[in-house]
């Protein structure tokens, strides 16, 4: 639970349902900020802290704590606040679609980078991740191309299992936008889509190729 959300709201006299009311959404969306680890939009934690008479680091410190490259930040701040992204990658799985063994692999080729700098990327790639699940979704749809599919990153394993997260992204709740086999569309419940191929069968099916070259941006 977040404790300094909740004492803020009790030492200002705010119930989950005032605090939606003042702010604009709905109560249970509101609700879902006192569980550890949901974090609303840039503007909502402003309006908020503004209530509570307190800094948004104060109630959300996770957003201030900075693991992404300088230059990548206000792309990071943009991505957050969006109501619609559209992605298209030709070299690599796109950053918010990346399972951790993937991410630190990729940031971890050639050793450019220490480990600890490396495990401190890989946390803010995953935690901008929450962007897929939170309420009200984003429209997000992400094209990748099949050679994507095809080039090692890591492993064998590492990139069954990279596959296996794009079909399970794709299919949680979705359904067919288009019938072509060869390029498949799939738009989830949240508002996702992934173009990916022949995803499914790659995911069954042996990989091959060389490793991916190092791109610490998406």
């Not at 959404?25 to 509570?52: C, E, M, Q, Y």
């Not at 990729?106 to 890989?122: F, H, I, K, R, S």
Request: include cysteine; glycine fraction near 10%; aromatic fraction near 4%.
């Amino acid at each position: 639970m977040n404790e300094v959300l909740r004492v803020a709201m009790a030492e200002r006299g705010e119930t989950v349902e005032s605090l939606a009311h003042r702010v604009g959404v709905d109560p249970k969306t509101a609700g879902r900020w006192l569980s550890a680890g949901r974090v609303p939009h840039p503007r909502t934690r402003v309006a908020v802290a503004g209530i509570l008479g307190r800094e948004p680091a104060e109630l959300w410190p996770e957003p201030y704590r900075r693991r992404d490259l300088p230059w990548f930040r206000p792309w990071v701040e943009l991505e957050q606040d969006a109501v619609s992204i559209r992605s298209y990658q030709s070299l690599l799985v796109p950053g918010l679609l990346q399972t951790e063994e993937y991410a630190r692999a990729v940031l971890g080729t050639g050793c450019l980078l220490p480990p600890d700098e490396v495990a401190q990327l890989v946390s803010g790639r995953l935690k901008r991740q929450v962007l897929l699940d939170r309420d009200p979704p984003a429209q997000v749809v992400f094209m990748i191309d099949e050679l994507v599919l095809h080039r090692m990153v890591g492993s064998r394993v590492i990139m069954a299992r990279q596959v296996a997260h794009l079909v399970a992204v794709a299919g949680a709740g979705a359904r067919a936008a288009t019938s072509d086999p060869a390029r498949r569309t799939l738009a989830h419940r949240s508002g996702r889509a992934v173009h990916a191929g022949a995803a499914a069968r790659r995911s069954r099916g042996g990989l091959s190729g060389q490793s991916a070259p190092w791109r610490g941006g998406d």
